[in-house]
Structure formats: C-alpha cells, structure tokens
C-alpha cells in the first residue's frame, strides 16, 4: 500500500500577525513622514525635525501598540463569551446542540444521516471545539490573539519610523523636503509590494494601493506646512 502526502501552503495562518505589522508599518512610515514633511515645508530647523520625528516615533509605537491590544483583547473577549454560552448549552441541551450541528452540515450539502453521523463523532470528539469552529466561526487560525497584534504593530511601526530619522541624517538640508517624500512613497510601495507577496496576492497592486494614500498623506501636510513658513533666525 502507497500513502502520499499532500500538504498545501495557506497564509491565513499568518493574519494574526501579518495585519497588524502591516498596518504598524504602514502607520509608522505614513504619519512619522508626512508629520516631518510637514514641519520641513514651514522652515523647521533639521534638529526640529529630528525631534518632531523621535517623538512621533516614540508616541505613535505605543499608540499603535495599545490601540492594537485593546481591539484585539475586545474581540477574544467576545469570543470567550461566546464559547462559554456554548460550553453551557452543550451541558443543558446537548440534544439540540447535536441537532443544531447537523444542521450546519446539511447547509452544507451532507445528507441528513450522514450529516448527523458526522456531528455525532465530532461532538463525542471534542463537541466545544467542533461548535466553536462550525457554529461560531472560532479557529485557531484566526482567534484573536492581542499580546502578538500590540507587538507586530509597535515593531512595525518602529521600523517605519526608522526611514524618515535615516532621511533626516543622509539627505542634505535643502533637499530633506522632497526628498523625504520620495523615501517615504518608496518605502510604502515596498511595504505593499511585501504585504502583496506574504498573503499571496498580486505585489503590484499592493504596492500601488499604499503608495497612493502616503503620496496623499504627504502632499497634503506638505502644503498645509508650506502655510505657516516659520523663518527661523
């Protein structure tokens, strides 16, 4: 007798952490940028500039960070009441639990017996993880996980961070403005072209989509920067 093994490649396994960097660093690279950008088109000194981009860097990461944790943390948190309902119903009316799961499977095209065969040794399997997944959409794929969402994002976001501090010491002062422009909307399409590559999509329209938005983000605190024209002395 022949056994093979097929296993195939999916990339759900990585949305816990994959959305959150994403966004961090798209975050850290888009506000931390366009803030710099910004203070550079009123006539900011580079050591303003240097410490506007510290600080956002700083206080957007544990912005990120906790507002990450906070979302996610709220979304276990309804899923561990959710499961605690079931964990209850399935000790009170393990009955219709059984009826209720084997209805599921015949939505979704078993016959009725083989439908109530299939929950019957599931249920005898382990009957809350079986509910979890099929009745309430819970996963170990894709249950909430915070502490790994707050840090992927305050990394991420650290990371981005880094592109517009690097600008400030490497490009020279009176081409810090655009130039940092063009490290940022660089930087953002290789982030997307990255994010198009780690979830299996097209890098192309990955890095287009994020590109568009920090050219937006960049050009707008540009010109509202370009307003004040702080002359320094």
Known sequence: MTFSHHT????????GWLRASVLGANDGIISVTSLVVGMAASGATTDTLWVTCLAGWIAGAISMAAGEYVSVKSQEDIEKSDLAIENRELHRN??????????????????????REVAIQLTAHNALEAHARDEIGINKQTAAQPVLAALSSAVAFSLGSILPMLAIVLIPEHQLEWGMIVVGVVALAVLGAASGYLSGTSMYQGALRIAIWGIVAMLVTNWIGSLFNVVVS
Do not use: D, F, M, N
């Open 8 to 15: 195939e490649k999916h990339y759900i396994s990585r949305l």
């Open 94 to 115: 393990p009955e219709l639990e059984l009826q209720e799961l084997t209805h599921i499977y015949v939505q979704r095209g078993l016959e009725s017996h083989l439908a």
